[in-house]
Protein backbone atom coordinates (compact mmCIF):
# COMPACT_ATOMS: atom_id res chain seq x y z
CA UNK A 1 0.00 0.00 0.00
CA UNK A 2 1.97 3.26 -1.24
CA UNK A 3 -0.22 6.17 -0.17
CA UNK A 4 -3.15 6.44 2.98
CA UNK A 5 -6.30 4.75 1.72
CA UNK A 6 -9.23 5.79 1.08
CA UNK A 7 -10.55 9.40 -0.74
CA UNK A 8 -7.59 11.40 -2.06
CA UNK A 9 -7.20 13.53 0.54
CA UNK A 10 -8.87 10.99 3.58
CA UNK A 11 -10.21 12.48 7.04
CA UNK A 12 -9.65 10.85 10.42
CA UNK A 13 -13.28 9.79 9.95
CA UNK A 14 -12.88 8.30 6.69
CA UNK A 15 -9.94 5.92 7.90
CA UNK A 16 -11.65 5.00 11.10
CA UNK A 17 -14.45 3.84 9.18
CA UNK A 18 -12.22 1.93 6.59
CA UNK A 19 -10.78 0.60 9.94
CA UNK A 20 -14.10 -0.42 11.53
CA UNK A 21 -15.69 -1.94 8.50
CA UNK A 22 -12.25 -4.08 8.01
CA UNK A 23 -11.44 -2.09 4.46
CA UNK A 24 -7.61 -1.65 6.26
CA UNK A 25 -6.02 -2.25 9.45
CA UNK A 26 -3.62 0.11 11.57
CA UNK A 27 -0.24 -0.97 10.52
CA UNK A 28 -1.70 -0.86 6.86
CA UNK A 29 -2.31 2.99 7.33
CA UNK A 30 1.69 2.88 9.11
CA UNK A 31 2.74 1.09 6.43
CA UNK A 32 1.36 3.15 4.05
CA UNK A 33 2.74 6.31 6.21
CA UNK A 34 6.56 5.06 6.35
CA UNK A 35 6.22 4.21 2.40
CA UNK A 36 5.36 7.67 1.67
CA UNK A 37 8.26 8.81 4.07
CA UNK A 38 10.75 6.16 2.20
CA UNK A 39 9.79 7.82 -1.24
CA UNK A 40 9.47 11.49 -0.37
CA UNK A 41 11.10 12.85 2.47
CA UNK A 42 14.31 14.33 1.49
CA UNK A 43 17.57 13.83 3.71
CA UNK A 44 19.17 17.13 2.38
CA UNK A 45 15.76 18.49 3.34
CA UNK A 46 13.60 16.21 6.07
CA UNK A 47 10.32 16.34 7.15
CA UNK A 48 10.82 14.11 10.03
CA UNK A 49 13.51 14.29 12.26
CA UNK A 50 13.50 11.10 13.85
CA UNK A 51 11.19 8.14 13.10
CA UNK A 52 9.50 5.90 16.13
CA UNK A 53 9.63 2.59 14.08
CA UNK A 54 9.62 0.26 16.60
CA UNK A 55 7.28 1.72 19.09
CA UNK A 56 4.72 2.91 15.97
CA UNK A 57 4.57 -0.85 14.39
CA UNK A 58 3.79 -1.74 18.00
CA UNK A 59 1.35 0.49 18.55
CA UNK A 60 -0.40 -0.06 15.13
CA UNK A 61 -0.22 -3.82 15.83
CA UNK A 62 -1.44 -3.70 19.27
CA UNK A 63 -4.75 -1.45 17.81
CA UNK A 64 -5.60 -4.24 15.56
CA UNK A 65 -5.26 -6.81 18.29
CA UNK A 66 -8.06 -4.99 20.31
CA UNK A 67 -10.22 -4.11 17.40
CA UNK A 68 -9.69 -8.14 16.93
CA UNK A 69 -10.57 -9.02 20.29
CA UNK A 70 -13.79 -6.93 20.62
CA UNK A 71 -12.39 -4.15 22.90
CA UNK A 72 -13.75 -0.84 22.37
CA UNK A 73 -11.47 1.54 20.54
CA UNK A 74 -10.37 4.70 21.51
CA UNK A 75 -11.06 7.93 19.73
CA UNK A 76 -7.99 8.04 17.29
CA UNK A 77 -7.77 4.25 17.39
CA UNK A 78 -4.86 3.63 14.97
CA UNK A 79 -4.54 6.67 13.41
CA UNK A 80 -1.02 7.71 12.55
CA UNK A 81 0.09 11.11 13.76
CA UNK A 82 3.45 13.09 13.91
CA UNK A 83 4.45 15.29 16.47
CA UNK A 84 6.60 18.54 16.04
CA UNK A 85 9.64 17.66 17.88
CA UNK A 86 9.35 20.07 20.85
CA UNK A 87 6.67 17.61 22.49
CA UNK A 88 9.17 14.66 25.09
CA UNK A 89 8.40 11.44 23.78
CA UNK A 90 10.04 8.98 26.64
CA UNK A 91 13.36 7.82 25.12
CA UNK A 92 13.77 10.10 22.75
CA UNK A 93 15.57 13.21 22.13
CA UNK A 94 13.77 16.52 22.06
CA UNK A 95 16.16 18.62 20.18
CA UNK A 96 13.32 21.19 19.01
CA UNK A 97 14.71 21.57 15.80
CA UNK A 98 18.43 22.18 17.36
CA UNK A 99 21.48 20.21 17.21
CA UNK A 100 23.05 20.92 20.82
CA UNK A 101 19.62 18.88 22.90
CA UNK A 102 21.35 15.50 23.69
CA UNK A 103 19.48 13.85 26.81
CA UNK A 104 16.86 11.61 25.99
CA UNK A 105 13.03 12.63 27.84
CA UNK A 106 12.11 10.35 30.86
CA UNK A 107 8.92 10.36 30.02
CA UNK A 108 6.04 11.31 27.68
CA UNK A 109 4.41 15.04 27.53
CA UNK A 110 1.27 15.15 28.55
CA UNK A 111 -0.61 15.40 25.59
CA UNK A 112 1.61 12.35 24.29
CA UNK A 113 0.37 10.24 26.90
CA UNK A 114 -3.54 11.66 26.16
CA UNK A 115 -2.87 10.43 22.36
CA UNK A 116 -1.96 7.48 23.09
CA UNK A 117 -4.41 6.33 25.43
CA UNK A 118 -6.74 7.73 23.03
CA UNK A 119 -5.28 4.95 20.53
CA UNK A 120 -3.23 6.79 18.42
CA UNK A 121 0.33 5.68 16.87
CA UNK A 122 2.97 8.14 17.22
CA UNK A 123 5.04 8.26 13.90
CA UNK A 124 7.90 10.72 14.82
CA UNK A 125 9.42 13.86 15.50
CA UNK A 126 9.35 16.09 12.29
CA UNK A 127 11.11 19.25 11.76
CA UNK A 128 10.91 23.01 12.72
CA UNK A 129 12.05 25.78 13.16
CA UNK A 130 15.21 25.63 15.65
CA UNK A 131 13.15 26.49 18.99
CA UNK A 132 9.82 27.50 17.32
CA UNK A 133 11.29 31.08 16.81
CA UNK A 134 10.59 32.10 13.55
CA UNK A 135 7.22 31.60 11.18
CA UNK A 136 8.86 30.73 7.94
CA UNK A 137 10.37 27.18 8.74
CA UNK A 138 13.89 27.43 7.70
CA UNK A 139 16.21 25.25 9.52
CA UNK A 140 20.18 24.88 8.81
CA UNK A 141 20.62 22.08 10.94
CA UNK A 142 18.24 19.45 9.20
CA UNK A 143 17.39 21.06 6.08
CA UNK A 144 14.00 22.67 5.55
CA UNK A 145 10.85 20.22 3.22
CA UNK A 146 9.95 22.02 0.37
CA UNK A 147 6.16 23.05 -0.11
CA UNK A 148 4.00 19.83 -1.82
CA UNK A 149 1.11 22.79 -2.80
CA UNK A 150 3.91 25.29 -4.26
CA UNK A 151 7.55 23.10 -4.82
CA UNK A 152 10.36 25.78 -4.57
CA UNK A 153 8.40 28.02 -2.32
CA UNK A 154 8.80 27.44 2.12
CA UNK A 155 6.39 25.38 3.79
CA UNK A 156 5.86 27.87 6.58
CA UNK A 157 6.45 26.93 10.64
CA UNK A 158 7.84 26.82 12.85
CA UNK A 159 5.76 23.20 12.56
CA UNK A 160 7.25 22.98 8.70
CA UNK A 161 7.59 19.06 9.24
CA UNK A 162 4.23 19.04 10.53
CA UNK A 163 2.46 20.36 7.90
CA UNK A 164 4.34 18.80 5.24
CA UNK A 165 3.75 15.42 7.10
CA UNK A 166 0.09 15.97 6.60
CA UNK A 167 -0.15 17.38 2.85
CA UNK A 168 2.52 14.41 1.88
CA UNK A 169 0.69 11.70 3.68
CA UNK A 170 3.28 11.09 5.90
CA UNK A 171 0.87 11.24 8.76
CA UNK A 172 -2.72 10.96 8.65
CA UNK A 173 -2.63 14.77 11.58
CA UNK A 174 0.14 15.96 13.19
CA UNK A 175 0.62 18.37 16.73
CA UNK A 176 2.40 21.65 16.39
CA UNK A 177 3.26 24.59 18.62
CA UNK A 178 1.70 28.00 18.11
CA UNK A 179 3.75 31.15 19.36
CA UNK A 180 2.51 33.61 16.93
CA UNK A 181 0.86 31.49 14.36
CA UNK A 182 3.33 28.16 14.16
CA UNK A 183 0.52 26.04 13.53
CA UNK A 184 -1.74 28.11 11.34
CA UNK A 185 1.09 29.46 9.32
CA UNK A 186 2.26 25.87 7.59
CA UNK A 187 -1.66 25.09 7.75
CA UNK A 188 -2.17 27.74 5.35
CA UNK A 189 1.36 27.67 2.71
CA UNK A 190 -0.18 23.96 2.72
CA UNK A 191 -3.27 23.65 1.82
CA UNK A 192 -4.47 22.43 5.62
CA UNK A 193 -6.31 23.30 8.21
CA UNK A 194 -4.49 24.66 11.88
CA UNK A 195 -6.47 24.98 14.95
CA UNK A 196 -4.88 27.10 17.64
CA UNK A 197 -6.78 27.30 20.72
CA UNK A 198 -7.01 28.99 24.15
CA UNK A 199 -3.43 28.94 25.50
CA UNK A 200 -4.93 27.41 28.52
CA UNK A 201 -7.03 24.51 26.85
CA UNK A 202 -4.62 22.12 26.17
CA UNK A 203 -1.53 21.85 28.78
CA UNK A 204 2.19 22.11 27.99
CA UNK A 205 3.45 19.66 30.43
CA UNK A 206 6.38 17.54 28.71
CA UNK A 207 6.63 20.66 25.89
CA UNK A 208 9.98 22.54 25.24
CA UNK A 209 9.23 25.89 26.15
CA UNK A 210 9.40 29.69 23.31
CA UNK A 211 7.35 32.00 25.30
CA UNK A 212 5.45 30.50 28.39
CA UNK A 213 2.84 33.26 28.40
CA UNK A 214 2.41 32.83 23.96
CA UNK A 215 2.58 29.14 23.89
CA UNK A 216 -0.17 26.98 22.54
CA UNK A 217 -0.39 23.52 21.54
CA UNK A 218 -2.91 22.83 18.16
CA UNK A 219 -3.44 20.13 15.60
CA UNK A 220 -3.08 20.50 11.91
CA UNK A 221 -4.94 18.26 9.51
CA UNK A 222 -7.25 17.80 6.98
CA UNK A 223 -10.28 19.14 8.04
CA UNK A 224 -11.77 21.05 10.61
CA UNK A 225 -13.67 17.58 11.75
CA UNK A 226 -9.95 16.35 12.30
CA UNK A 227 -8.96 19.29 14.40
CA UNK A 228 -11.73 19.34 16.76
CA UNK A 229 -10.96 15.08 17.45
CA UNK A 230 -7.50 15.65 17.86
CA UNK A 231 -7.93 18.65 20.03
CA UNK A 232 -10.97 17.30 21.86
CA UNK A 233 -8.04 14.15 23.58
CA UNK A 234 -5.27 17.14 23.52
CA UNK A 235 -7.76 19.14 26.14
CA UNK A 236 -8.81 16.25 28.05
CA UNK A 237 -12.30 16.05 26.45
CA UNK A 238 -14.92 13.82 25.12
CA UNK A 239 -14.64 13.33 21.45
CA UNK A 240 -18.14 14.54 20.05
CA UNK A 241 -19.68 14.96 16.44
CA UNK A 242 -18.88 18.37 15.72
CA UNK A 243 -22.23 19.83 14.47
CA UNK A 244 -21.54 22.89 12.31
CA UNK A 245 -22.95 26.42 13.27
CA UNK A 246 -25.65 27.93 10.63
CA UNK A 247 -24.07 30.70 8.64
CA UNK A 248 -26.87 32.52 8.20
CA UNK A 249 -27.18 35.57 10.38
CA UNK A 250 -23.77 35.53 11.58
CA UNK A 251 -22.01 38.57 12.36
CA UNK A 252 -18.60 38.57 11.41
CA UNK A 253 -16.03 41.40 11.79
CA UNK A 254 -13.15 42.38 9.43
CA UNK A 255 -10.52 44.76 10.69
CA UNK A 256 -9.91 47.48 8.13
CA UNK A 257 -6.83 48.29 9.15
CA UNK A 258 -3.47 46.11 10.17
CA UNK A 259 -4.65 42.65 9.25
CA UNK A 260 -5.16 43.95 5.81
CA UNK A 261 -2.29 46.01 4.68
CA UNK A 262 0.11 44.57 2.61
CA UNK A 263 -1.97 42.29 1.30
CA UNK A 264 -0.22 40.69 -2.05
CA UNK A 265 -2.81 40.02 -5.11
CA UNK A 266 -3.41 36.24 -4.87
CA UNK A 267 -4.54 36.54 -1.00
CA UNK A 268 -6.52 39.54 -1.58
CA UNK A 269 -8.45 37.65 -4.38
CA UNK A 270 -9.11 34.84 -2.47
CA UNK A 271 -9.79 36.43 0.73
CA UNK A 272 -12.68 38.88 -0.84
CA UNK A 273 -14.07 35.64 -2.58
CA UNK A 274 -14.69 34.24 0.86
CA UNK A 275 -16.05 37.13 1.99
CA UNK A 276 -18.49 37.01 -0.68
CA UNK A 277 -19.64 33.54 -0.17
CA UNK A 278 -20.23 34.26 3.47
CA UNK A 279 -22.20 37.57 2.51
CA UNK A 280 -24.21 35.47 -0.51
CA UNK A 281 -25.31 32.77 2.36
CA UNK A 282 -26.84 35.28 4.83
CA UNK A 283 -23.72 35.99 6.97
CA UNK A 284 -22.77 39.85 7.87
CA UNK A 285 -19.68 41.18 7.12
CA UNK A 286 -18.84 44.62 9.17
CA UNK A 287 -15.61 45.82 8.25
CA UNK A 288 -14.35 48.52 10.71
CA UNK A 289 -11.33 49.88 12.13
CA UNK A 290 -10.01 47.87 15.09
CA UNK A 291 -7.73 50.04 18.15
CA UNK A 292 -7.16 47.47 19.76
CA UNK A 293 -5.05 45.77 17.13
CA UNK A 294 -2.79 48.98 16.59
CA UNK A 295 -1.26 48.20 19.87
CA UNK A 296 -0.09 44.61 19.13
CA UNK A 297 3.53 46.39 17.46
CA UNK A 298 4.44 48.21 20.89
CA UNK A 299 3.83 45.11 22.89
CA UNK A 300 6.49 43.53 20.32
CA UNK A 301 9.23 45.91 20.36
CA UNK A 302 12.57 44.57 21.22
CA UNK A 303 11.28 41.77 20.50
CA UNK A 304 8.86 41.22 23.54
CA UNK A 305 7.52 38.25 24.94
CA UNK A 306 9.35 36.26 23.07
CA UNK A 307 12.50 37.38 23.03
CA UNK A 308 12.54 38.00 27.04
CA UNK A 309 11.10 34.59 28.02
CA UNK A 310 13.21 32.97 25.48
CA UNK A 311 15.82 34.52 26.57
CA UNK A 312 15.49 33.45 30.05
CA UNK A 313 15.12 29.82 29.04
CA UNK A 314 18.28 29.58 26.95
CA UNK A 315 20.90 32.53 28.15
CA UNK A 316 23.27 29.78 30.45
CA UNK A 317 23.04 27.46 26.87
CA UNK A 318 23.83 30.96 24.54
CA UNK A 319 27.06 31.87 26.57
CA UNK A 320 28.15 28.29 26.85
CA UNK A 321 27.26 26.89 23.50
CA UNK A 322 26.40 30.28 21.15
CA UNK A 323 27.51 28.42 18.05
CA UNK A 324 25.39 25.62 17.99
CA UNK A 325 22.78 27.59 17.22
CA UNK A 326 21.47 28.70 14.02
CA UNK A 327 22.56 32.47 13.98
CA UNK A 328 18.65 33.93 13.15
CA UNK A 329 17.83 32.45 16.28
CA UNK A 330 20.01 33.16 18.37
CA UNK A 331 19.86 36.91 17.79
CA UNK A 332 16.49 37.11 18.51
CA UNK A 333 16.81 35.40 21.52
CA UNK A 334 19.92 37.64 22.54
CA UNK A 335 17.75 40.74 22.41
CA UNK A 336 16.06 39.73 25.63
CA UNK A 337 19.04 40.53 27.52
CA UNK A 338 17.97 43.91 26.85
CA UNK A 339 14.63 44.14 28.52
CA UNK A 340 14.81 44.78 31.83
CA UNK A 341 12.70 43.31 34.62
CA UNK A 342 10.76 46.15 34.90
CA UNK A 343 10.24 46.73 30.97
CA UNK A 344 8.91 43.19 31.16
CA UNK A 345 6.28 43.60 34.19
CA UNK A 346 5.26 46.35 32.32
CA UNK A 347 5.18 44.70 28.85
CA UNK A 348 2.65 41.99 30.83
CA UNK A 349 0.18 44.66 32.50
CA UNK A 350 -0.20 46.68 28.94
CA UNK A 351 -1.04 43.19 27.34
CA UNK A 352 -3.53 42.39 30.04
CA UNK A 353 -4.99 45.83 29.29
CA UNK A 354 -5.39 44.59 25.47
CA UNK A 355 -6.80 41.36 26.10
CA UNK A 356 -9.34 43.04 28.17
CA UNK A 357 -10.25 45.52 25.39
CA UNK A 358 -10.26 42.59 22.59
CA UNK A 359 -12.38 40.99 24.71
CA UNK A 360 -14.88 43.41 25.10
CA UNK A 361 -14.67 44.31 21.39
CA UNK A 362 -15.21 41.18 19.93
CA UNK A 363 -18.81 40.33 22.24
CA UNK A 364 -20.57 42.32 19.63
CA UNK A 365 -19.28 39.57 17.08
CA UNK A 366 -19.67 36.06 16.16
CA UNK A 367 -15.56 36.47 14.84
CA UNK A 368 -13.31 37.85 13.23
CA UNK A 369 -12.01 37.49 9.62
CA UNK A 370 -8.78 38.03 8.21
CA UNK A 371 -6.42 36.58 5.75
CA UNK A 372 -4.28 33.62 7.85
CA UNK A 373 -1.04 35.31 6.62
CA UNK A 374 -0.85 38.22 3.91
CA UNK A 375 1.31 36.80 1.32
CA UNK A 376 1.68 33.43 -0.51
CA UNK A 377 4.37 31.10 0.50
CA UNK A 378 7.45 33.19 -0.10
CA UNK A 379 10.32 31.13 -2.78
CA UNK A 380 13.04 30.32 -0.75
CA UNK A 381 15.37 32.16 -2.95
CA UNK A 382 13.32 35.56 -1.02
CA UNK A 383 14.06 34.54 2.45
CA UNK A 384 18.39 34.00 1.65
CA UNK A 385 18.91 37.51 2.61
CA UNK A 386 18.82 38.49 6.59
CA UNK A 387 17.06 41.50 5.81
CA UNK A 388 14.55 39.97 3.65
CA UNK A 389 14.23 36.86 5.58
CA UNK A 390 13.59 40.21 9.08
CA UNK A 391 11.14 41.63 6.98
CA UNK A 392 9.26 38.56 5.24
CA UNK A 393 8.99 36.70 9.05
CA UNK A 394 7.45 39.61 10.85
CA UNK A 395 4.98 40.23 7.30
CA UNK A 396 4.57 36.45 7.81
CA UNK A 397 3.85 36.80 11.68
CA UNK A 398 1.45 39.40 11.88
CA UNK A 399 -1.88 38.19 11.51
CA UNK A 400 -1.80 35.35 13.17
CA UNK A 401 0.12 36.58 16.05
CA UNK A 402 -2.59 38.76 16.94
CA UNK A 403 -4.62 36.01 18.66
CA UNK A 404 -1.54 34.62 20.65
CA UNK A 405 -1.26 38.46 21.64
CA UNK A 406 -4.51 39.09 23.06
CA UNK A 407 -4.83 35.15 24.08
CA UNK A 408 -7.73 34.55 21.61
CA UNK A 409 -8.95 30.67 19.38
CA UNK A 410 -8.50 30.90 16.03
CA UNK A 411 -7.98 28.48 13.39
CA UNK A 412 -6.95 28.89 9.03
CA UNK A 413 -8.82 26.99 6.14
CA UNK A 414 -7.50 26.89 3.17
CA UNK A 415 -9.43 29.20 0.65
CA UNK A 416 -7.40 29.08 -2.16
CA UNK A 417 -8.69 27.47 -5.63
CA UNK A 418 -6.30 24.50 -7.25
CA UNK A 419 -4.79 26.85 -9.57
CA UNK A 420 -3.85 29.60 -7.22
CA UNK A 421 -0.61 29.89 -4.59
CA UNK A 422 -1.84 28.37 -1.21
CA UNK A 423 -3.75 30.84 1.14
CA UNK A 424 -5.76 30.17 4.36
CA UNK A 425 -8.86 32.70 5.83
CA UNK A 426 -8.54 33.23 9.51
CA UNK A 427 -11.36 32.86 11.94
CA UNK A 428 -10.98 34.56 15.62
CA UNK A 429 -13.47 33.95 18.70
CA UNK A 430 -12.79 34.99 22.39
CA UNK A 431 -10.78 33.16 25.01
CA UNK A 432 -12.82 29.92 26.28
CA UNK A 433 -14.47 30.23 22.79
CA UNK A 434 -12.80 27.04 21.22
CA UNK A 435 -16.06 25.10 20.62
CA UNK A 436 -18.11 26.99 19.19
CA UNK A 437 -15.21 28.86 16.85
CA UNK A 438 -14.77 25.25 15.63
CA UNK A 439 -18.42 25.08 14.75
CA UNK A 440 -18.49 28.04 12.79
CA UNK A 441 -15.10 26.93 10.67
CA UNK A 442 -16.98 23.91 10.36
CA UNK A 443 -19.95 25.85 8.44
CA UNK A 444 -17.38 28.23 6.83
CA UNK A 445 -15.67 25.26 5.46
CA UNK A 446 -18.33 23.45 3.95
CA UNK A 447 -18.87 27.05 2.84
CA UNK A 448 -15.48 27.13 0.95
CA UNK A 449 -15.86 23.80 -0.50
CA UNK A 450 -18.84 24.98 -2.44
CA UNK A 451 -17.14 28.21 -4.09
CA UNK A 452 -15.83 27.70 -7.24
Known amino acids: MKTLPGSHEPTLQALLDGMRDGLWRSTDLLDACFSSIDSKDNPAARVYTKRFDRTARAEAAAADRLKAGGVPPGELAGLPIALKALFD ?232 HGELYDPRVRSRMERGAAISAADYLDLCRRRQQRKQQADQWLRDYDGLLAPTVPIVPPRFDEVAQEEDYARLNLLVLRNPTVANMLDLCALSLPNHTPDELPSGLMLVGRNGNDRELLRQAAALEALMEQTP
Open 89 to 320: VAGEITHSGSRGWQAPASQDALIVSRLRRAGAVITGHTNMTEFAYSGLGLNPHYGTPDNPLAPGRIPGGSSSGAAVAVAQGMAAGAIGSDTGGSVRIPAAFCGLVGFKPSQQRIPRDGTFPLSDSLDSIGPIARSVDCCARLDAVLSGRSCQPLAPAGVRGMRFVVPSDYMLDNMDETVARAFSRSLKSLRDAGASIIEAPAPVLSAIPELMEGGGFTAAESYFVHRQWLAE
